[in-house]
Each structure stands twice: as C-alpha cells, then as structure tokens.
C-alpha cells in the first residue's frame, strides 16, 4: 500500500514462523502501527475511528438485541418491552443500540461535513469519497429498516410512507411502481411478511458495511490522509507514526464522543425518539404527525419541499447521490477551505441550509415552512452544481504554506512569540516511537 | 525532577493509569454482554408451580411441566413402597434410602425430574403402556438406564439417582415444586 519503510521485526520464533505464512501483524505493524499520518491532524480526524467503534458497537448490541427480539408482526412490540424490563441489562443494551444509531449518525454527519470542508475528496481521494458516499447509502438502509423492528405506529407508518415512495414509479411507467412496493411488501399492505424481511436484512446490512468500510480504509491508506491545510506529504516531517500520536488522539476523541453517548443513554434514552413509538402498530390508525427520525430529516424536508410526487423522489435520492460526483464539481485546485476565502463562506451557508432543512422537515408541511424548505432546497443544489465549479474558477486563494511542516510550525512561532511555549516543543517529527 | 532517572514521571503515570482504566472499563462494559444471556425474569418468574395430586390414583403417574423440564409425579402402590424400602444400600450406584427420597407421611408420592442423569433423555415408565425396565421403575431407551420403583439408577450408564426437585405438601393433595 502506501510505500513507506517496513519496520515490522517479528518479536520471537512464533511470530517469525507466522510472518513467512501469513504477514497479518506485518500489515497490521505497517497499517496501523507505523502508518505516516500528517502531524497537523486536528480532532475532527477522530470520527473516522469513532466511526468504526459505532459499527462494532451497533453490531455488538444488535446480534445480542437479536438473541431476544422476535421478528413477528404478533410479538414484535412486546419483545422489544420484554428486552427493556426482563432480559437482564436489556434496559442497557437496547437503548445502546437506539441511541447507538444516532450517534452513529452524528459521527458520519461531522465525518462528511469535514470531508467537504477540507476539500478530502480531490484526487486522488475520489474512490475513497464515493466509497464513504455508499456506506452512508447502506447507513441509511440500515437505520431505516432498524427503525422498523420495534412495530410501534412510527415504525409501522414510517414504512408505509418511505416504501410508498417507490409507487410514484407509477408515474413513469403505469403498474411498475404498485408492482414494487408489493413485491417490497410481500403483501398489499405493511404487514408481518414485511416486518420479518425487514428484520433479515436489517441483520445483512451491517455486514456489507463492514467489507465497504475495509474498502475505504484500504482506498485511504493507498493515498494517505488529508490534512487540514490540504497539503501533499512532501517528507518525512510531515508525518508522525499513526500509532501513538493518531491512536492516543482517537482515544481521546472516542472518550470524549463517548461521554455525550453515555448522557444520551442513561439520562434521556428516548429523547431522539418518538413517543408514537411506545403506541403498538396499528394499520387502521395513522398518527396524526409523521415525522422520521431527526437524521433523516433534512432530506425528508427536500422530498416535501417539491410539489410533485415522482420529483420529490427524486429531488431526494439526488441530495445523496450529487455527494458522489462532488470530485468533479468543484473545480478548485486548492483542497483545503482553509485557503479559499470565498469558498468557506458558501460552505457555512451549506452547514446552515442543511441545519435549516433538517427543523423545516419536522414541521408540518403548510405556510411559511414549505417556503422555507424551497429555498434551501435550492440552496443545496445550487452550492453543488453551481457555486462549486463557479467559485473554484473564480476566487483568488489565499497565500498557503509551503509544507505540512511549516504549517506547523508557523502555528508554533505564534505561541512561542507568547512565550508560553515549553522547552523543546516539537522542532521536528519525533524520529523515534 | 529531569535529573533524577528513577523518579517516576507524570508520563509514566500517564500510561500506566490510561491502559488500566480502559481495561477495568472494557471488562465491567463486558459484563451486561454475558449476563444478558442467563435467564431473564420472565423465566425466573416460572421458577415455582403448585400441583394437584387429588385426581392422581394409587398405581398412576403424571407428568407436569417445570422450569421446562418434566417432572414425575407417581402414586406408588404399597407393593412398589416396599420393593423400594427392601432393596439393600449396598446394591445401589448412589445409595440413597427411600425415605430420603420422599416426605414423612407422604411415603407413597414420588416427585422426580424427569431426566436421565447419564446424557438428559426423558425415561420411559410414565405410560402404562411403557417399559419400566428389569427394576420395575423407569427405563431410558437412549442408553439402557434403568431406575427402580423408587427412581433410583440400578443398572446402566448413568451416574446418580433421578433428581428430587425442591417440593413440599402444601396440603395432603396440593404440592409446591421450587
């Protein structure tokens, strides 16, 4: 991969014999150990590893969620009772996974977001960046057909509108779009048949994630980290061994992530959720406000933000699948926003419009908020297909670095020119581990 | 401070605490991990169920169902007492009297676990139309255990005598098992 010194020695006569069979701690040494990672990292680098500690902490909780879950329209909503009250730290281990999936959320949200920021995804990060785009598609999946599991009414009714979405296929071709969400269904209403695919594939999922999240780590250690100035390693200054300086910073990072994991799981486990959900599915009853959960809500804001059904659909799916083509949308030579004076404020008022859209999606659709949802819905489009490639050949950057190091060290001058700088303070890249 | 080599320093408490808190840390979050897979309280809650013996005649057995296990329950008739009360401890694998094996004033009722002890079979012997093997008690057809009248292993692989549950007569024709 990424070619830099093997300094993998095997620690004795075992691990010598199993380096000229199968070098899996000599990758491990060279990936994850010894791996050159820009010293100018800042903390929103973290979320790529408490990324991956909520994969393994959703997957945990939820095969032992599955141990006790039963996937039956009958049973369904009094299983997931039984975990909370009987099975023992079920009162635990259920909200983990529930709240897991929105922290989940808020981790990939703060991962993309910096992505876009610090311009991750121009080459040659562009696999990388289309890679992440289709874990965030299979995310989505996921989390929307967990939703599902509990059969409370906004499980039930949930389903119904998100595969309803599919019918207006029906305005392409008559027939197709019914055909559809009965084959999605199993049946001609959301019903148990559904629930059980639901429960089989939400368990798949995961899985596929996991072989996509291989492949984005592997993409990222064939063309190394980003930076925050956007800068190329030119050195060997330029970096730190990732293990201990950007293991110790995870750590750190995933300790802090966890503290407001913890709040959220012991203080107010169902504050991300919905009362509605507590009220057994009821198929002849629909609740009188629907909304998804609150990460799905900027996207569900642009789907009733457009007055037609199929466009809508598509308005939708298209607000994910344009983060693919961001590589060749912005015409940029300089990565980091950091260094693009015009650009960076374009990009706030992407964070803004996103924020916008995800409180217009939990309003009702009438008056003034659909206005609202239309004009940031322009907005969001408007900054991918528009302002991206435009300011990219318009704005002047701003005067950048020469290297990664320099960066660093300018930073330094300021503090030392304070004098609060202690003695010895990083003059160069430690050379040893 | 730099100067004296041996003196720990703040570092070497650094990464001596760290490690240590995040494995007593990973251990405890272990735990809920294991324990989530004993019992829950929906099953603990079944742990005791009362029987009615009044419609059970002398010479008749029934099966009741017990923390999900069969439990034995016979009327013995006095023949099948004294059979049990005549065999001599010597010639038991797991020597146990019979009135060890029942309650005083009871000596007729025989309350059991209905499960081999060799490898957890259920023994024939509750039917009238069962074999109840050379020892006239219960017999288990998955590997040749036989168990006397007063469901003790005679002959066979099995090591102990049929479990005795934790029972008592609430009334001369109403127990409590567990």
């Known amino acids: 991969m990424s070619g830099h010194e093997d300094t993998y020695k095997p620690g004795g006569p075992v691990e010598k014999w199993m380096d000229e069979r199968l070098p899996l701690m000599r990758m491990m040494h060279g990936q994850f150990v010894d791996f050159p990672t820009p010293r100018n990292l800042n903390y929103l680098w973290t979320f790529g590893g408490i990324l991956t500690f909520c994969l393994v902490a959703q997957i945990v909780t939820g095969v032992v969620l599955a141990m006790h879950y039963v996937p039956s329209a009958g049973a369904a909503f009094d299983s997931v009772q039984h975990i909370k009250r009987d099975v023992n730290y079920g009162w635990l281990i259920q909200p983990l996974h529930a709240v897991g999936g929105s922290m989940f959320f808020i981790a990939v949200y703060v991962h993309i977001f910096r992505g876009l920021y610090y311009g991750s995804y121009k080459a040659p990060r562009e696999v990388l960046w289309i890679l992440g785009v289709f874990i965030f598609l299979a995310m989505m999946a996921t989390a929307f057909l967990g939703y599902t599991l509990p059969w409370g009414q906004m499980s039930f009714w949930g389903v119904t509108v998100i595969t309803n979405l599919f019918s207006s296929l029906d305005e392409v071709i008559p027939g197709l779009g019914t055909a559809v969400v009965t084959w999605l269904w199993g049946g001609y209403s959301v019903t148990g048949a559904t629930l059980n695919r639901f429960f089989s594939l939400h368990y798949l999922l995961p899985f596929v994630i996991c072989g996509l999240v291989a492949l984005h780590i592997w993409a990222l250690h064939v063309a190394g980290q980003n930076n925050p100035d956007g800068l190329e390693v030119k050195s060997k200054s330029d970096t730190v061994p990732m293990s201990p300086y950007a293991v110790m910073k995870d750590m750190f990072g995933l300790s802090a992530f966890l503290i407001l994991f913890a709040w959220f799981v012991f203080y107010a486990p169902d504050y991300l959720g919905h009362a509605d959900n507590y009220i057994e599915a009821n198929p002849l009853v629909t609740p009188a406000h629907i909304v998804p959960e609150w990460y799905f809500l900027p996207f569900y804001a642009i789907l009733r933000a457009i007055p037609s059904k199929l466009g809508g659909v598509i308005a939708m799916f298209a607000a994910v699948g344009i983060l693919a083509f961001v590589p060749w949308l912005d015409w940029s030579r300089v990565r980091s926003a950091k260094y693009r004076p015009i650009f960076k404020w374009f990009f706030w008022l992407f964070v803004i419009a996103c924020l916008a859209l995800g409180y217009l999606g939990a309003k009702p659709p009438e008056g003034s908020y659909v206005t609202w949802a239309r004009i940031f819905t322009a907005y969001y489009f408007v900054f991918f297909l528009v302002i991206m490639p435009l300011v990219g050949l318009l704005e002047t950057p701003s005067k950048m670095p020469g290297s990664i190091t320099e960066s660093v060290l300018v930073g330094e001058g300021h503090k030392e020119g304070g004098g609060t700088a202690a003695a010895g303070a990083v003059p160069a890249a430690p050379e040893h581990r | ?178």
């Open chain 2, 1 to 178: 401070m730099s100067s004296d080599v041996n003196e720990p320093t703040r570092r070497d408490f650094l990464t001596l605490a760290g490690p240590t808190f995040f494995a007593v840390g990973g251990a405890l979050t272990l735990w809920p991990f294991i324990h989530q897979m004993n019992p829950d309280a929906g099953a603990l809650a079944l742990a005791s169920i009362e029987v009615d013996l009044s419609p059970v005649q002398p010479g008749q057995s029934i099966t009741v169902q017990w923390r999900g296990k069969p439990v034995f329950i016979r009327n013995r008739t006095e023949k099948e007492v004294e059979e049990a009360k005549a065999v001599k401890l010597a010639n038991l694998p797991d020597p146990q009297t019979d009135a060890e094996r029942t309650k005083k004033g009871h000596e007729n009722w025989l309350v059991m676990v209905g499960i081999c002890t060799h490898l957890g079979c259920i023994p024939k012997g509750q039917s009238l139309g069962d074999t109840k093997g050379p020892y006239g008690g219960w017999f288990c057809p998955c590997h040749g255990s036989a168990y006397d009248t007063a469901g003790r292993i005679r002959q066979g692989p099995a090591p102990r005598n049929l479990e005795v549950p934790p029972y008592a007569f609430e009334t001369d024709t109403k127990i409590k098992i567990g």
